[in-house]
């Protein structure tokens, strides 16, 4: 058989080994160091925005953008449902309570007008800020979650942030690379936004996140929380309960020599991202989601939608044959109103998120994904 073809795997084909490298001869391999500025400094550089805060992974990236937007308990955080967990256990790691929105069908992201809806009809503006009538309780922001290299209706959702006074916090973990109305996500006036260098992102630090804000003030705001709230580091004196959540200089190093390499690897998506949608014009019942026509997309995780009655077979069985073939695919995450971890949060809609699940595949689009492997991929879609 041949060698198998996996869903999305890191390439290092830069500086990794020799920042690497500088780390160990330095003895610079911790939580303070001089890539752990630089990789900031970059990282705000790359998406056009003011400061990055380097932290472990997106999740608690996520969790420290939240806190940082004034997230407490007993507040309502709205979020996409058609998400990978994290987002939505960040939520409650402040001790919120998500209320999840659907997806709209056509691009598989956040669904602006339930977002409108729910604001308009269900709650009530008091002293500049936002609560739900029935419950009493604030919303405290809004997290969209930019998913599979596309990015969501940002100004629409921008818009209604400032009318209702509720802070935008993106999670922006897999749309790193990702233009929105010719601006990098991260250069929109959002409140936050959230990045992660997981092994199966389009960058990867082994394990890593960061986020960028507009002002340094909070981006150091963050920093202190990542940090233990260490306010004098001599004397040990902290002011708050904080965290450890601060990145090391290690991973730090990988993060820069990725970075030199995103516009290579944004375009190497984005070809096997046009070979799938070229393909996908003569194969009936399969289509590709595509980013919208504000968005450029990197297609990080190129996913198709499969209509069985036409194509013969349903996502799941597509899914079992690929693999039998040695070629690795997906389905999407369980949507989060269905999550057992979620149980009895809020959702609005959920049909598109829940059929997506149903009937979405992601398909194998490493960066290193060379164009024998793909039309082997293709050929086996092919019925
Ligand atoms: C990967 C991912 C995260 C979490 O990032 P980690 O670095 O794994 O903690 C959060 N949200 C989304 C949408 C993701 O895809």
């Not at 500086?15 to 001869?25: R, T």
């Not at 601006?183 to 199966?200: D, E, L, R, V």
């Not at 040990?236 to 995103?262: F, K, S, T």
């Not at 019942?285 to 995780?301: K, N, V």
Request: proline share 5%; hydrophobic share 45%.
């Amino acid at each position: 058989m041949s060698e198998p073809i996996p869903l999305s795997v890191p390439e290092f084909r830069g500086n990794e080994w020799a920042y690497l490298k500088e780390c160990i001869d330095t003895g610079w391999v911790s939580s303070v160091g001089a890539f752990v500025d630089r990789f900031e400094a970059d990282m705000a550089r790359t998406v056009d925005s003011m400061q990055g805060v380097a932290v472990v992974n997106g999740t608690s990236a996520l969790h420290l953008a939240l806190l940082t937007a004034g997230v407490k308990a007993g507040d309502l955080v709205l979020c996409s449902t058609l998400t990978f967990i994290a987002s939505a256990n960040a939520i409650r790691y402040t001790g919120a309570e998500p209320v999840f929105v659907d997806a709209e069908a056509e691009y598989a992201q956040i669904d602006v007008r339930l977002i409108e809806a729910y604001l308009r009809d269900e709650c009530e503006i008091r002293d500049g800020q936002t609560f739900e009538k029935a419950s009493g309780r604030r919303v405290a922001a809004l997290m969209p979650v930019h998913v599979l290299g596309m990015a969501g209706d940002l100004d629409a959702m921008l818009a209604l942030g400032s009318e209702f006074g509720v802070p935008v916090v993106e999670d922006a973990a897999e749309a790193l690379g990702v233009r929105y109305k010719g601006k990098p996500i991260g250069a929109h006036p959002t409140f936050a936004t959230c990045f992660s260098f997981n092994g199966n992102k389009i960058l990867t630090t082994g394990g890593g996140g960061a986020i960028t804000y507009h002002d340094r003030e909070t981006a150091r705001a963050a920093k202190r929380l990542a940090t233990q709230a260490k306010d004098d580091a001599l004397e040990y004196i902290h002011g708050d309960v904080a965290y450890n959540y601060r990145m090391p200089n290690l991973l730090a190093a990988m993060g820069c020599a990725q970075l030199e390499q995103l516009p290579e690897y944004v375009e190497k998506k984005q070809a096997i991202a046009n070979r799938y949608i070229d393909a996908l014009k003569s194969i009936p019942g399969l289509e590709p989601i595509l980013a919208s026509p504000d968005t450029e997309g990197t297609y990080w995780l190129f996913t198709i939608k499969v209509d069985p009655a036409v194509y013969g077979e349903t996502a799941r069985e597509l899914v079992a044959r690929l693999g039998q073939a040695g070629i690795q695919s997906r389905p999407l995450w369980q949507p989060m109103h269905l999550s057992p971890a979620h149980a009895g949060a809020r959702i609005l809609g959920g049909e598109v998120a829940t059929k997506l699940f149903e009937t979405a595949v992601s398909l194998p689009c490493s960066v290193g994904l060379n164009e024998t492997d793909q039309e082997r991929v293709i050929g086996a879609l092919r019925p």
